[in-house]
């Protein structure tokens, strides 16, 4: 079994949200599309999750944040694949800045910068920006764990369960 562990920051400054921008490909067969995101990405090996969340704010958006409490955890199989076992685990942070200027370092990250809230929800409109949206709608306080079984996983997994 594969698995994919991620670390994202959520930093909320004057109302807004910070978010960065970059061109990914959703699908392996889809052309690249702009997506807004949390700051954030990929644990390497051997990286712990705060290590990896300083590491990708500070790469994709200049910035220096301390990480100040977990507001959600996901847990996703077939996120991004065929494959219904692949599973991946997001963890997502609330944080602070302690310094540093907005000025992302990625050559990948087109843009970082601040959105209401509203201007956000009109950016982050990707399928998996479901669960960011049931944590916002509900206060920001809520801690959960969610695990989701994504339809296209789920599909080949019934159809290697039901055989040829």
Do not use: N
Request: charged share 35%; proline share 5%.
């Amino acid at each position: 079994m594969s698995e994919l562990v991620g670390s994202f920051g959520i930093l909320e400054e004057d109302g807004k949200i910070l978010l960065a921008s970059e061109m990914r490909r959703l699908a392996a067969d889809a052309p690249p599309v702009l997506c807004h995101d949390l700051p954030g990405g990929g644990v390497e090996e051997g990286e712990a999750l705060v290590e990896t969340l300083v590491r990708e704010f500070r790469e994709e958006t200049g910035l220096e944040v301390e990480v100040e409490d977990l507001a959600f955890m996901i847990e996703r199989f077939g996120f991004r694949s065929s494959d219904p076992g692949r599973r991946s685990r997001f963890f997502f942070f609330r944080v602070r800045r302690v310094g540093g200027t907005l000025a992302p370092r990625d050559r990948e990250i087109l843009s970082a910068g601040w959105f209401p809230i509203d201007e956000a929800r009109r950016l982050m409109t990707q399928w998996y920006h479901r669960e960011w949206w049931t944590w916002i709608e509900g206060g920001r306080s809520a801690r959960y764990f969610l695990t989701i079984r994504d339809p296209e996983a789920r599909d080949a997994q019934r159809r290697e369960r039901s055989g040829p």
